[in-house]
């Protein structure tokens, strides 16, 4: 699971593969390269469990201190990704018909 906000919403986004039988792991994290986003939930000022997205995580049974990602624009994610799925755009040549996108708000 990775969690961004463009500060309008939250969203957990993840990326699994179909293997005939079980999900594969996660791997979000490298599709959106997320190395390069500013983690929110970051504050060196505070212990991790009371940094500024602690409460919201809790909230939804994700670790206090889980990395919040700053983004732009949460929908242009789902978009890409769902473009590598569905063989769109930049991935005209190679759909993931396997590969689902899930998707959850966090309030």
């Given amino acids: 699971m990775t969690v961004f906000t463009d500060h309008k919403r939250t969203v957990d986004l993840k990326l699994q593969n179909w ?3 079980n ?9 959106w ?3 390069d986003l500013k983690n929110l939930n970051d504050d060196s000022d505070v212990w991790p469990e009371d ?6 995580l809790e909230k ?4 206090a201190s889980e990395p919040v990602y700053e983004v732009e624009d949460i929908d242009y994610l789902i978009d ?18 396997n590969t689902s996108l899930f998707a959850t708000e966090l309030d």
């Fill in 19 to 21: 293997a005939g039988d």
């Fill in 23 to 31: 999900w594969s792991p996660d791997w979000s994290l490298d599709f």
């Fill in 33 to 35: 390269n997320v190395g």
């Fill in 51 to 56: 940094g500024p997205y602690a409460a919201l």
């Fill in 60 to 63: 939804h049974d994700l670790s």
């Fill in 80 to 97: 890409y990704a769902n473009d590598m799925i569905n063989g769109e755009g930049d991935y005209a040549d190679n759909p993931s018909p």
